[in-house]
Protein backbone atom coordinates (compact mmCIF):
# COMPACT_ATOMS: atom_id res chain seq x y z
CA UNK A 1 0.00 0.00 0.00
CA UNK A 2 2.97 2.10 1.30
CA UNK A 3 4.46 1.55 -2.67
CA UNK A 4 1.44 2.28 -4.79
CA UNK A 5 1.03 5.31 -2.50
CA UNK A 6 4.24 6.76 -3.63
CA UNK A 7 3.87 6.20 -6.41
CA UNK A 8 2.57 8.99 -7.50
CA UNK A 9 4.18 12.58 -7.20
CA UNK A 10 4.08 14.97 -3.87
CA UNK A 11 2.20 11.39 -1.65
CA UNK A 12 3.80 10.46 0.97
CA UNK A 13 2.59 7.30 3.31
CA UNK A 14 3.81 6.98 6.80
CA UNK A 15 3.98 3.57 7.86
CA UNK A 16 2.65 2.81 12.06
CA UNK A 17 4.77 0.09 11.90
CA UNK A 18 7.16 -2.12 9.40
CA UNK A 19 7.16 -5.57 11.17
CA UNK A 20 4.94 -8.28 12.99
CA UNK A 21 4.99 -6.36 16.78
CA UNK A 22 2.17 -4.24 18.22
CA UNK A 23 2.45 -0.05 18.46
CA UNK A 24 0.12 1.03 21.36
CA UNK A 25 -2.76 3.02 20.18
CA UNK A 26 -1.49 6.28 21.73
CA UNK A 27 1.63 5.81 19.75
CA UNK A 28 -0.13 5.39 16.58
CA UNK A 29 -1.77 8.26 16.92
CA UNK A 30 1.26 10.51 17.60
CA UNK A 31 2.89 8.97 14.92
CA UNK A 32 0.27 10.60 12.52
CA UNK A 33 0.43 13.78 14.46
CA UNK A 34 4.41 13.78 14.62
CA UNK A 35 4.03 13.63 10.49
CA UNK A 36 1.06 16.02 9.97
CA UNK A 37 -0.75 13.53 8.38
CA UNK A 38 -3.70 14.85 5.47
CA UNK A 39 -5.55 11.08 6.57
CA UNK A 40 -5.44 8.06 8.46
CA UNK A 41 -6.19 5.01 7.04
CA UNK A 42 -6.45 1.78 9.58
CA UNK A 43 -5.88 -1.42 7.71
CA UNK A 44 -7.55 -4.61 9.41
CA UNK A 45 -9.07 -8.10 8.56
CA UNK A 46 -12.03 -8.54 10.59
CA UNK A 47 -12.55 -11.64 12.35
CA UNK A 48 -16.48 -13.40 13.56
CA UNK A 49 -16.31 -16.52 15.08
CA UNK A 50 -19.72 -16.97 15.85
CA UNK A 51 -20.84 -16.79 12.73
CA UNK A 52 -17.79 -18.26 10.44
CA UNK A 53 -20.16 -17.68 7.12
CA UNK A 54 -19.71 -13.69 7.71
CA UNK A 55 -17.40 -13.14 4.87
CA UNK A 56 -15.97 -9.56 3.12
CA UNK A 57 -15.01 -6.16 3.00
CA UNK A 58 -16.05 -3.03 4.85
CA UNK A 59 -14.97 0.49 5.47
CA UNK A 60 -15.54 1.75 8.38
CA UNK A 61 -15.32 5.71 9.70
CA UNK A 62 -15.63 7.20 13.70
CA UNK A 63 -19.37 7.18 15.32
CA UNK A 64 -19.31 9.60 17.89
CA UNK A 65 -22.69 7.74 19.01
CA UNK A 66 -23.92 4.94 20.58
CA UNK A 67 -20.94 4.34 23.15
CA UNK A 68 -20.77 3.00 26.19
CA UNK A 69 -19.89 6.10 27.78
CA UNK A 70 -20.87 8.69 24.74
CA UNK A 71 -20.26 11.40 26.79
CA UNK A 72 -16.84 10.90 27.68
CA UNK A 73 -16.21 10.01 23.87
CA UNK A 74 -17.48 13.61 23.32
CA UNK A 75 -14.88 15.39 26.19
CA UNK A 76 -11.91 13.27 25.01
CA UNK A 77 -12.45 14.59 21.24
CA UNK A 78 -12.84 17.78 22.37
CA UNK A 79 -9.49 17.93 24.67
CA UNK A 80 -8.06 16.81 21.73
CA UNK A 81 -9.07 19.26 19.13
CA UNK A 82 -8.26 22.03 22.36
CA UNK A 83 -4.72 20.68 22.35
CA UNK A 84 -4.48 21.29 18.44
CA UNK A 85 -5.65 24.47 19.14
CA UNK A 86 -2.45 25.15 21.39
CA UNK A 87 -2.14 28.46 23.78
CA UNK A 88 -4.00 30.81 21.10
CA UNK A 89 -7.11 28.44 22.87
CA UNK A 90 -7.15 29.69 26.48
CA UNK A 91 -7.68 33.59 24.79
CA UNK A 92 -10.71 32.53 23.54
CA UNK A 93 -14.06 32.65 25.26
CA UNK A 94 -15.81 29.52 25.96
CA UNK A 95 -18.94 30.22 23.32
CA UNK A 96 -15.93 30.52 20.89
CA UNK A 97 -14.21 27.80 21.48
CA UNK A 98 -17.53 25.59 21.62
CA UNK A 99 -17.82 26.87 17.80
CA UNK A 100 -14.83 25.83 16.90
CA UNK A 101 -14.95 22.28 18.17
CA UNK A 102 -18.11 21.98 16.75
CA UNK A 103 -16.90 23.15 13.20
CA UNK A 104 -13.92 21.09 13.23
CA UNK A 105 -15.27 17.78 14.59
CA UNK A 106 -17.97 18.19 12.13
CA UNK A 107 -15.46 18.86 9.02
CA UNK A 108 -13.14 15.81 9.68
CA UNK A 109 -16.14 13.26 10.37
CA UNK A 110 -17.70 15.14 6.81
CA UNK A 111 -14.25 14.05 5.28
CA UNK A 112 -14.29 10.69 7.05
CA UNK A 113 -17.03 10.10 5.33
CA UNK A 114 -15.92 10.92 2.24
CA UNK A 115 -12.77 9.20 2.23
CA UNK A 116 -14.60 5.82 3.24
CA UNK A 117 -17.12 6.14 0.37
CA UNK A 118 -14.01 6.35 -1.64
CA UNK A 119 -12.49 3.87 -0.88
CA UNK A 120 -15.02 1.67 -0.39
CA UNK A 121 -16.04 2.13 -4.07
CA UNK A 122 -12.81 1.09 -5.13
CA UNK A 123 -12.40 -2.12 -3.08
CA UNK A 124 -16.13 -2.99 -3.90
CA UNK A 125 -14.94 -4.21 -7.54
CA UNK A 126 -13.78 -7.65 -6.49
CA UNK A 127 -15.58 -10.76 -7.42
CA UNK A 128 -13.42 -12.72 -4.94
CA UNK A 129 -14.55 -10.50 -1.38
CA UNK A 130 -17.84 -9.34 -1.71
CA UNK A 131 -17.98 -5.83 -0.29
CA UNK A 132 -20.26 -4.91 2.92
CA UNK A 133 -20.40 -0.85 2.58
CA UNK A 134 -19.31 1.93 4.63
CA UNK A 135 -20.22 1.79 8.41
CA UNK A 136 -19.78 3.33 11.48
CA UNK A 137 -18.64 2.28 14.97
CA UNK A 138 -16.85 3.66 17.58
CA UNK A 139 -13.32 1.71 17.03
CA UNK A 140 -10.51 3.36 19.79
CA UNK A 141 -8.23 3.40 16.84
CA UNK A 142 -9.73 6.03 15.41
CA UNK A 143 -10.43 8.55 18.49
CA UNK A 144 -8.55 11.64 19.08
CA UNK A 145 -7.07 11.43 15.32
CA UNK A 146 -7.77 14.93 14.40
CA UNK A 147 -7.64 14.48 10.69
CA UNK A 148 -10.00 12.46 8.27
CA UNK A 149 -9.82 8.73 9.43
CA UNK A 150 -10.88 5.32 8.49
CA UNK A 151 -10.08 1.58 9.04
CA UNK A 152 -10.47 -0.85 6.38
CA UNK A 153 -11.39 -4.68 7.08
CA UNK A 154 -10.37 -6.06 4.07
CA UNK A 155 -11.59 -9.80 4.95
CA UNK A 156 -12.88 -12.44 7.33
CA UNK A 157 -10.02 -14.65 9.26
CA UNK A 158 -12.81 -16.47 10.67
CA UNK A 159 -13.68 -17.13 7.22
CA UNK A 160 -12.09 -20.20 4.90
CA UNK A 161 -13.07 -18.65 2.21
CA UNK A 162 -11.74 -15.24 3.01
CA UNK A 163 -8.69 -16.37 4.10
CA UNK A 164 -8.02 -18.44 1.03
CA UNK A 165 -7.93 -15.31 -0.80
CA UNK A 166 -5.99 -13.76 1.49
CA UNK A 167 -3.66 -16.27 0.96
CA UNK A 168 -3.17 -15.02 -2.62
CA UNK A 169 -0.72 -12.90 -3.37
CA UNK A 170 -2.10 -11.49 -6.71
CA UNK A 171 -5.23 -10.51 -4.48
CA UNK A 172 -3.11 -8.72 -1.65
CA UNK A 173 -1.60 -6.81 -3.92
CA UNK A 174 -5.01 -6.19 -5.61
CA UNK A 175 -6.25 -4.63 -2.26
CA UNK A 176 -3.49 -3.02 -1.73
CA UNK A 177 -3.77 -1.00 -5.20
CA UNK A 178 -7.62 0.01 -4.76
CA UNK A 179 -7.16 1.18 -1.43
CA UNK A 180 -4.49 3.46 -2.92
CA UNK A 181 -6.60 4.65 -5.05
CA UNK A 182 -9.21 5.24 -2.97
CA UNK A 183 -7.27 7.38 -1.24
CA UNK A 184 -6.28 9.32 -4.27
CA UNK A 185 -9.29 9.90 -5.13
CA UNK A 186 -10.84 11.33 -1.66
CA UNK A 187 -8.03 13.77 -2.44
CA UNK A 188 -9.42 14.59 -5.74
CA UNK A 189 -12.79 15.01 -4.47
CA UNK A 190 -11.53 18.05 -1.61
CA UNK A 191 -11.60 21.09 -2.88
CA UNK A 192 -8.72 22.42 -4.47
CA UNK A 193 -5.40 23.65 -2.21
CA UNK A 194 -4.70 27.05 -1.60
CA UNK A 195 -1.73 28.92 -4.35
CA UNK A 196 1.30 30.87 -4.23
CA UNK A 197 1.11 34.25 -5.28
CA UNK A 198 2.92 33.27 -8.19
CA UNK A 199 -0.31 30.59 -9.26
CA UNK A 200 2.26 27.64 -9.29
CA UNK A 201 0.17 25.12 -7.07
CA UNK A 202 2.33 23.54 -3.96
CA UNK A 203 0.74 20.05 -1.72
CA UNK A 204 1.81 17.58 -0.89
CA UNK A 205 -0.29 14.54 1.03
CA UNK A 206 0.65 12.40 3.84
CA UNK A 207 -1.22 9.37 4.52
Known sequence: LKRYIEERPD??????????YYVERGRRIRIAREHQGDCFVSVHANRYIDDVSIRGSEVYFLSLTGASDENAQRVAERENVLQELGKESKYMNSDVQKILLDLTETDIMEKSSTLALCVNKEISGSRYIPPRGVKQANFVVLRSISMPSILVEVAYLSNARDVRYLKNRNMMDWIARNIAEGIFGFFEVLPSPPQKLTGTRYFSHTV
Open 11 to 20: YHAILTREGD
